[in-house]
């Protein structure tokens, strides 16, 4: 086979996943994943945060996951470590159950912005700590810069964010050379048109800046991520972001896109230390240990 054509099989594939549209989902049910999520602690709405931890914990999932799957090793270390946590649905697709984050990400940032009122109504906080993964990342800096969130939130921790979008190893660069395709994204998944560098809403998302005062950042990322390419774009510039590579924190980890966000305890310690930054501790090859 051509060099050629073997490049286009996964930019066919990034088309292909508009399709989703019509896969029903084979797994557990939506009451069952929000059941998963109380039987483990999260998403408990009797949850009052302790003066160690004064705020509670959103947790945001990325394109094609949903409140419970991405969150599933996150969301019980933080739990065990006496945080307030939940975790929301946005992006939904009508007659797609479960793979969520595809939907126009600025109406998900609407999504958010109803759903971090309702948490803090429920413990009583005036802010929030966002964590998100991959989109969810990305997806809550349009919150805090363009509906009112930077009064509501104190830090935003975005693991494996595609803050300026991704290239796929420059696979998107060709999609202008296959007609309809970039259509069908937008129509048939818009979550992924939007997430292309250089897209309408990443202009307008990073335009001025990529932060606004009063938050503070934190982006972790891995040099293994094949999603979100080139790696080094998913960092911020701001007087308040601290930008953390997992492998200057430990060489021989490994991690990808899903994998830091889904089970690295390197990059689960590197969150904690986010979200409390006064007594943040080394974060090192040996932290899986803790």
Same mark, same amino acid.
């Given at each position: 086979?051509?060099?050629?054509?073997?490049?286009?099989?996964?930019?066919?594939?990034?088309?292909?996943?508009?399709?989703v549209v019509i896969v029903p989902a084979t797994t557990a049910t939506a009451a069952e994943v929000e059941a998963a999520a109380s039987s483990s602690g999260w998403n408990?709405?009797?949850?009052?945060? !302790? @003066? %160690?931890? &004064?705020?509670?914990?959103?947790?945001?999932? =990325?394109?094609?996951?949903?409140?419970?799957? +991405?969150?599933? *090793?996150?969301?019980?270390?933080?739990?065990?470590?006496?945080?307030?946590?939940?975790?929301?649905?946005?992006?939904?697709?009508?007659?797609?159950?479960?793979?969520?984050?595809?939907?126009?990400?600025?109406?998900?940032?609407?999504?958010?912005?109803?759903?971090?009122?309702?948490?803090?109504?429920?413990?009583?906080?005036?802010?929030?700590?966002?964590?998100?993964?991959?989109?969810?990342?990305?997806?809550?800096?349009?919150?805090?810069?363009?509906?009112?969130?930077?009064?509501?939130?104190?830090?935003?921790?975005?693991?494996?964010?595609?803050?300026?979008?991704?290239?796929?190893?420059?696979?998107?660069?060709?999609?202008?050379?296959?007609?309809?395709?970039?259509?069908?994204? !937008? @129509? %048939?998944? &818009?979550?992924?048109?939007?997430?292309?560098? =250089?897209?309408?809403?990443?202009?307008?998302? +990073?335009?001025? *800046?990529?932060?606004?005062?009063?938050?503070?950042?934190?982006?972790?990322?891995?040099?293994?991520?094949?999603?979100?390419?080139?790696?080094?774009?998913?960092?911020?510039?701001?007087?308040?972001?601290?930008?953390?590579?997992?492998?200057?924190?430990?060489?021989v980890d490994l991690s990808e896109h899903a994998a830091i966000g889904l089970l690295d305890r390197i990059a689960f310690?590197?969150?904690?230390?986010?979200?409390?930054?006064?007594?943040?501790?080394?974060?090192?090859?040996?932290?899986?240990?803790?």
């Amino acid at each position: 086979m051509l060099p050629w054509k073997r490049m286009l099989r996964p930019l066919a594939a990034l088309v292909l996943t508009a399709t989703v549209v019509i896969v029903p989902a084979t797994t557990a049910t939506a009451a069952e994943v929000e059941a998963a999520a109380s039987s483990s602690g999260w998403n408990n709405y009797s949850c009052k945060p !302790s @003066t %160690a931890h &004064p705020r509670p914990v959103v947790l945001v999932h =990325g394109t094609f996951a949903n409140s419970v799957d +991405n969150w599933l *090793g996150l969301a019980p270390y933080l739990v065990n470590r006496g945080y307030c946590v939940y975790s929301l649905d946005y992006g939904q697709l009508p007659g797609v159950p479960l793979f969520n984050g595809l939907g126009p990400i600025d109406k998900s940032a609407e999504q958010l912005q109803v759903f971090v009122d309702k948490v803090l109504a429920a413990t009583g906080s005036t802010k929030a700590d966002l964590v998100g993964h991959s989109q969810g990342g990305m997806m809550p800096r349009y919150y805090l810069k363009f509906l009112g969130g930077a009064a509501k939130v104190n830090a935003l921790v975005g693991v494996a964010p595609d803050n300026h979008g991704t290239t796929l190893n420059g696979l998107t660069n060709l999609l202008p050379y296959f007609p309809g395709a970039e259509g069908l994204l !937008s @129509t %048939a998944t &818009p979550a992924l048109a939007d997430q292309i560098a =250089g897209s309408a809403f990443l202009t307008k998302l +990073n335009a001025g *800046g990529d932060t606004v005062a009063g938050v503070h950042y934190t982006v972790i990322a891995t040099k293994y991520d094949e999603v979100v390419t080139p790696y080094r774009s998913q960092f911020l510039t701001g007087s308040d972001v601290h930008n953390v590579l997992l492998q200057d924190l430990c060489a021989v980890d490994l991690s990808e896109h899903a994998a830091i966000g889904l089970l690295d305890r390197i990059a689960f310690h590197e969150v904690a230390n986010a979200l409390d930054p006064a007594h943040a501790t080394a974060t090192t090859c040996l932290s899986v240990l803790g």
